[in-house]
């Protein structure tokens, strides 16, 4: 079975300043891919950074990165110079196997403080 | 851009009333699911189709049922509500059966009575 632990239920960053959500995760399968979503307070789910396990370079997408620890099964999402809009329930996913159901941590809930 | 589209965004049912909670995403995906969302939870799956046709239970199944006729609809339906149904559930869809992102439709927020 495949799972995803999110440890930190809650997190708080002052603004401009960096904060990283931790992640762990379990799997069998040799390629798999891995995500971070943003759900603020619409609810939406947003997309904020993909992973994919056969390359060993991290993700960046502008303030946001990836430290993905293959061996360790860690992949932990860096927010740099934090902003308000920041503010929001990030969930950690895993998707691989024959199915390819995306599997999903508890989230963590991020609040910026101005 | 549609993207993937649900229906109703908030409902409001007695207990064993039935409903259907629609998606429809207009990308041409071959796989679409069903997640539910419950504080501290994060996001269950419910069912999940990879094509047409081909539907299977995901890890909370149970009172739920769907059926996949089109690649574009994958409707979900409650039988008999259960006020422990009460919850917000996603749609998604993706390109590629195993691989990529999920795209999400924007919730609907169902509470049972």
């Known amino acids: 079975a495949q799972t995803v632990t999110q440890s930190q239920p809650e997190m708080s960053v002052q603004e401009a300043e960096t904060v990283t959500l931790s992640c762990t995760y379990d799997t069998s399968e040799s390629d798999y891919y891995l995500f971070w979503y943003k759900q603020p307070p619409s609810r939406q789910m947003i997309l904020v950074i993909r992973q994919e396990a056969y390359k060993q370079q991290n993700a960046t997408e502008n303030r946001f990165s990836v430290n993905f620890q293959k061996a360790a099964k860690s992949f932990s999402l860096k927010i740099s110079d934090s902003q308000l809009g920041d503010a929001a329930m990030y969930f950690c996913?895993?998707?691989?196997?024959?199915?390819?159901?995306?599997?999903f941590g508890k989230g963590t809930k991020l609040s910026v403080k101005p | 851009n549609a993207g993937v589209t649900q229906t109703p965004k908030f409902q409001v049912l007695k207990t064993g009333q039935s409903m259907t909670l629609q998606c429809a995403q207009d990308m041409n995906h071959e796989y679409m699911s069903w997640y539910r969302q419950d504080p501290g939870m994060g996001l269950r799956l419910i069912h999940y189709?990879?094509?047409?046709?081909?539907?299977d239970q995901g890890e909370v199944p149970n009172g739920y049922n769907v059926s996949r006729s089109t690649t574009e609809d994958f409707p979900l339906r409650l039988l008999s509500a259960a006020p422990s149904q009460t919850s917000v559930y996603f749609c998604a869809s993706s390109g590629w059966v195993t691989t990529g992102e999920l795209f999400f439709g924007e919730g609907s927020r169902l509470t049972v009575l």
């Open positions: 189709s990879v094509g047409a046709g081909i539907t």
């Open positions: 996913a895993l998707r691989g196997g024959s199915q390819g159901n995306l599997i």
